[in-house]
């Protein structure tokens, strides 16, 4: 990322090999964005769901989701979920599509700020374990303890010591984790690297949304293939079978919405449940693991 002469932040960038301008301040979205946005990251399907059909669909998993909350005051259920992906992926729209009718005094959304200098000398996970559910509690994480298999070792914000030991004892964690008993899901929300810049740019010249767009999600526009690196190693190292990675193609943020909700709606036994109204997952956009990607 550079400044140009009028003070416009341009970034050059490699893609396939060729040389590509991207200035984030130019109201015009440039063609080569546009026109591969949608396919970018070997997307599966041709044109997003038709809104009329996500809506009906949306709004029966929702019931469902309102039967779950039931299900956990009547039992002492705990269910957890960490929503992991690039910057723009969808997670905070597919957060709030999940807790838009749950009621906020036993569900909640964890989105921690960078680290305080008391939580700076604790140990790394201390601080999230604060946020785990309590009996009844349904808790989804936008972003997690996975910065550090991500954000902080291709922004400088850990040594490369701090990231092994990360890697090394996240699987162990998570197992702990499960063997509580809490219902834990772990979702990556993969996007192409042109529709990551189309949300970058929407974001920039939408007044509403602007806020969502920082330095640091331009500086990433650089690192792609840094943040692929660690993205791929997460995604091998710690999809284990008591706490799998569920990878989401996400270009499509209607379909990406739906089938997280659907996953989880499958895995857990609540009362009242209507499978058919769940139906199946699109194998097409949401498998397990890095070899889901490679599919």
Request: proline share 4%.
């Amino acid at each position: 990322m550079q400044q140009d002469p009028k003070g416009s932040r341009v970034a050059e960038l490699v893609i396939d090999g060729q040389k590509r301008i991207f200035d984030v301040d130019d109201p015009v979205l440039p063609d080569w964005v546009e026109s591969a946005a949608f396919d970018s990251g070997d997307y599966p399907h041709k044109k997003k769901l038709n809104e009329a059909e996500y809506i009906e669909i949306l709004t029966k998993l929702q019931v469902e989701l309102v039967k779950v909350q039931f299900w956990q005051q009547a039992t002492g259920e705990r269910c957890m979920a960490v929503l992991e992906g690039r910057d723009a992926a969808g997670k905070g729209g597919t957060i709030a599509a999940t807790m838009a009718y749950m009621n906020p005094r036993s569900a909640r959304i964890v989105a921690l700020t960078k680290p305080t200098t008391t939580e700076q000398g604790q140990w790394y996970f201390q601080r999230y374990i604060s946020h785990f559910p309590t009996a009844g509690e349904f808790v989804l994480f936008d972003r997690s303890w996975y910065n550090r298999a991500g954000v902080e070792p291709v922004m400088g914000f850990c040594t490369p010591e701090q990231y092994e030991q990360f890697m090394e004892q996240v699987p162990r964690f998570e197992k702990m984790i499960v063997k509580e008993g809490i219902h834990f899901f772990k979702f990556w929300l993969d996007i192409g690297r042109e529709m990551q810049i189309k949300r970058f740019h929407d974001r920039r010249h939408d007044p509403l949304k602007v806020w969502k767009l920082s330095s640091m999600d331009i500086a990433a526009l650089s690192r792609w293939d840094d943040y692929t690196e660690k993205r791929n190693r997460m995604l091998k190292d710690t999809n284990t079978n008591h706490s799998p990675w569920i990878v989401v193609k996400a270009n499509d943020k209607r379909r990406a919405r739906i089938n997280v909700i659907r996953h989880i709606l499958s895995n857990l036994d609540y009362e009242g449940k209507d499978k058919g109204v769940i139906d199946e997952v699109d194998e097409k956009i949401i498998g397990r693991g890095y070899g889901f990607l490679k599919s």
